[in-house]
């Protein structure tokens, strides 16, 4: 993981100094949400947040460009969200986390896109690339809130489990698409919207099966054992001892989005931008009449 961060890190500072063509620096501001074992629908309306980040992109020419950027923004879900006679309500488990991610991806103009030249100020694009990310999934209870991987609420790490508790730096691929704008020689919008498929099932803290709550609650606490089987808050007649039984579902990875607005500056050749606005046109002169 350090290697790929450094790898991006040096990305970052070649596509911003290599301004032969150009290279743009914005800002992204927008919402996140996840889709995993706590959203009975794949995206929950009343899970979304807020998200908002940086980025540079190097436009190759008209059609192919190369970013990177560093998104910030918080997932949540919760099975309360579920409806009354379907999916996991009675599971009764919720979370959030913030997540970091630092990724590069490349873009493709379906239009030739020249900036600060009338008739290609906008296109729709698509993208892909790669990127790493950091999360910490947290729970509430009792009006506090708990980091959940260090409580092996799935039995990680016990005495007697062949399971490690997960890692906190992933991987996911983004994708998607938007639209983009060029306003005059200097500043872009844009709208986006792309989707990240982790290599993780753990962005909620919820995968596998429950594990033995006694020896849970005397390796690291009370509470750990609440928060791992909270079926009992909503239901005073759940099962007294749930091991091994599902908790969540291990065959499906957790995927999150990012969507908003983007607003860069063109930098390197703007000066040059300027100038191909005001391309000149050629007349020709009229000829000149004698008597």
Do not use: C
């Not at 020419?61 to 309500?89: C, M, P, W």
């Amino acid at each position: 993981m350090k290697q790929f961060i450094t790898l991006v890190i040096f990305s970052v500072f070649i596509s911003i100094n290599l301004s032969s063509q150009y290279t743009e620096v914005g800002i992204f501001a927008g919402v996140g949400n996840y889709h995993g074992d706590l959203t009975p629908k794949n995206l929950e309306v009343s899970s979304y947040a807020p998200a908002f980040g940086a980025f540079g992109r190097y436009n190759f020419n008209g059609h192919l460009a190369a970013k990177v950027h560093f998104y910030k923004g918080i997932l949540q879900g919760s099975d309360f969200n579920a409806q009354i006679t379907k999916g996991e309500r009675a599971r009764n488990l919720s979370f959030r986390t913030d997540i970091y991610e630092l990724g590069a991806q490349f873009e493709y103009n379906f239009l030739d896109f020249k900036v600060a030249i009338k008739d290609h100020i906008t296109t729709p694009y698509i993208f892909a690339g790669v990127a790493g990310f950091y999360y910490n999934p947290q729970a509430e209870i009792n009006g506090q809130w708990f980091d959940l991987q260090p409580l092996s609420t799935e039995g990680q790490g016990l005495e007697g489990s062949t399971a490690q508790p997960y890692q906190q730096f992933s991987i996911a691929i983004p994708w998607g698409l938007g639209v983009k704008f060029n306003i005059n020689h200097l500043t872009n919008v844009g709208l986006e919207f792309g989707m990240r498929k982790t290599f993780t099932d753990y962005l909620d803290d919820v995968s596998t099966t429950y594990p033995d709550l006694n020896l849970l609650a005397s390796e690291v606490g009370d509470f750990a054992a609440a928060l791992s089987y909270r079926a009992p808050e909503y239901n005073p007649d759940a099962l007294a001892d749930p091991q091994g039984t599902n908790r969540g579902d291990a065959t499906n990875k957790d995927w999150y989005f990012f969507g908003g607005v983007t607003i860069s500056v063109n930098i390197g050749k703007a000066n040059g931008f300027k100038q191909n606005q005001k391309k000149p046109v050629s007349r020709k002169k009229a000829p000149k009449m004698t008597f």
